[in-house]
Nanobody, 125 residues
Framework: VQLQASGGGLVQAGGSLRLSCEASGRTFSTLSVAWFRQAPGMDRNFVAAIKRNGGATRYADSVKGRFTISRDNARNTVYLQMDYLRIEDTADYYC???????????????????WGQGTLVTVSS
């Protein structure tokens, strides 16, 4: 499975961005997909995930109500709509995929076998 993340950029606080993660190499509908982020000098942390069956979602507390994860299986793409961005959202954002992750492990990096490259989101004041 190959993952291609895109959509990062520079935005002012309060603004919006939409990240995309396009997958290839496997039937997309069989994959659960998550976004993680890593700020400079910090650990990589869970942001949001969407399951393969039914599309159930999970969010980190820090982004609930501001970020929305969705998927378009026809386009082999998962989106992360980020609204009301804050300076502390600045980070490299990575998408990850798994064909076997279970619900209680959705936020665990170790549950994902496939990773894309990062896309940088910078939120300015």
């Amino acid at each position: 499975v190959q993952l291609q993340a895109s959509g990062g950029g520079l935005v002012q606080a309060g603004g919006s961005l939409r990240l995309s993660c396009e997958a290839s190499g496997r039937t997309f509908s069989t994959l659960s997909v998550a976004w993680f982020r890593q700020a400079p000098g910090m650990d990589r942390n869970f942001v949001a995930a969407i399951k393969r069956n039914g599309g159930a979602t999970r969010y980190a507390d820090s982004v609930k109500g501001r970020f929305t994860i969705s998927r378009d299986n026809a386009r082999n793409t998962v989106y992360l709509q980020m609204d009301y961005l804050r300076i502390e959202d600045t980070a490299d954002y990575y998408c990850a995929a798994s064909s076997s992750v279970i619900s209680r492990a959705l936020a665990s990096q170790n549950a994902y076998a496939y990773w894309g490259q990062g896309t940088l989101v910078t939120v300015s004041s």
